[in-house]
Structure formats: C-alpha cells, structure tokens
C-alpha cells in the first residue's frame, strides 16, 4: 500500500504560480510513477502530468504544456507540481497519484486526498 498525502494548495490570482508537493510512504518510492490529475466541479478528473521512476521522462497534458513542471525527489519520496501563469480554468481539485508502470497516466492503482487549488481572475 503506497500513501500519499498533497500539500500546497490554495487561492491565487491569475497570472501567479503555486507549487504542489505529494509525499509518498509506505513502500519504495523509486519504484513508482508518479502523476498529477485535477477535477474541477462538474467536470471529471483529468490528467495533469507524470513522471517516470528515475524522473528521466515527463509527461503532460497539452492544456499546462510550458506552464507546469513535475519534479521528484527520491530521497524525500516526494513529488512536486510548480504550476506557473495559473488560470481561473486551473482551478480544481489536484489529486497525486502512483502506479508501479506508466499506466500512471491513465489509471493509477493509487491517490491521494486532494488539496484544492483556487485561480482568482
């Protein structure tokens, strides 16, 4: 069982930057892919990003291309979301979430809780 737990969220006017961190327990963290997906209200949750194991290869949703970067940190079994030049149409819940294949993607065995994120305009 992998446990993750999102921090970081909170209210920010368009054009700012927040940064995610997901920390991660319960088994070796370098042995899982890593994602963000988000879910806004009334909407379905939705891929943000991933990273692969070693953090050698991202991945990303075209709608945060150039805005957002995922990042690890194996030694803090840690994953981060800098998400820069928000939107209103970024505001959602961010959920982390972990597989032990790239199937990360699409649909990861484990989530976190969610940590809300709010993009003033």
């Known amino acids: 069982q992998v446990q993750l737990v999102e921090s970081g969220g909170g209210l920010v006017q368009a054009g700012g930057s927040l940064r995610l961190s997901c920390a991660a327990s319960g088994r070796t963290f370098s042995n899982y892919a890593m994602g963000w997906f988000r879910q806004a209200p009334g909407k379905e949750r939705q891929f943000v990003a991933a990273?692969?194991?070693?953090?050698?290869?991202?991945y990303y949703a075209d709608s945060v291309k150039g805005r957002f970067t995922i990042s690890r940190d194996n030694a803090k079994n840690t994953v981060y979301l800098q998400m820069n030049m928000l939107k209103p149409e970024d505001t959602a819940v961010y959920y982390c979430a972990a597989d032990r294949s790239l199937s990360v993607v699409t649909t990861p065995l484990y989530w976190g809780q969610g940590t809300q994120v709010t993009v003033s305009s």
């Open positions: 990273i692969d194991w070693g953090g050698g290869s991202t």
